[in-house]
């Protein structure tokens, strides 16, 4: 069945830093969805792509879509306190399964 | 606007007990979902709904029933409680079943002795 894998699944940083994580999948997909998770909540929404190549911007965030359509990308830049959680992709393929990916869980060094 | 409600947010079962953990939603989404979460798995996808009388299996749909008798209700039965389901489950929902953000629920802590 489909899988997503998302790396690294942790990542520490200083205050400042830049860093990227990674999502693949292991089929083509119709969309792709991004969720953060603080310590005790709830998945939250971040932003979805569609499109083959597709770049997105949340202020410090930037979401990617591979050409493929088979991996994305979320890049943090000048990374804050603030960004502490799990970030989580999510895909969905042929069918109406939205899978989701391990998660990558980021701490921050202030 | 409540959103997606869980309830109850605590629960602790003995093995082999049944119960249902209960979700609604009044934003008139037609999907719904039931994830669980373990530490270092991610969310794992257990039932989904498409709407009202619909509903398939996930990744990980055994030991679990749904049911879907209203666009609003998507209970998650556990019918003989295993230590294994100790965990986090969420509910989700979307307007449709494709293409669309999910609206997580707070979540239910479950614990299996």
């Known amino acids: 069945g489909q899988q997503v894998m998302q790396i690294p699944q942790y990542q520490h940083v200083q205050e400042g830093e830049d860093f990227t994580t990674y999502c693949n999948s292991s089929?083509?997909?119709?969309?792709i969805q991004w969720y953060k998770q603080r310590p005790g909540g709830h998945p939250v929404f971040l932003i979805q792509l569609v499109k083959s190549g597709e770049v997105k911007k949340q202020k410090r965030l930037t979401f990617q879509f591979g050409e493929a359509k088979k991996n994305s990308s979320l890049h943090i830049t000048a990374t804050q306190t603030t960004d502490v959680g799990t970030y989580f992709c999510a895909g969905q393929g042929g069918s109406e399964k939205l899978v989701f990916g391990k998660g990558m869980k980021l701490t921050v060094n202030p | 606007n409540a959103g997606v409600t869980q309830t109850p947010k605590f629960q602790v079962l003995k093995t082999g007990q049944s119960m249902t953990l209960q979700c609604a939603q009044d934003?008139?989404?037609?999907?719904m979902s039931w994830y669980r979460q373990d530490p270092g798995m991610g969310l794992r996808l257990i039932h989904y709904?498409?709407?009202?009388?619909?509903?398939d299996q996930g990744e990980v749909p055994n030991g679990y029933n749904v049911s879907r008798s209203t666009t609003e209700d998507f209970p998650l039965r556990l019918l003989s409680a295993a230590p294994s389901q100790t965990s986090v489950y969420f509910c989700a929902s979307s307007r449709t079943a494709s293409n669309q953000p999910q609206h997580f629920g707070d979540g239910t802590r479950l614990s299996i002795l």
């Open positions: 089929t083509t997909l119709s969309n």
């Open positions: 934003m008139n989404h037609e999907y």
């Open positions: 709904s498409v709407g009202a009388g619909i509903t």
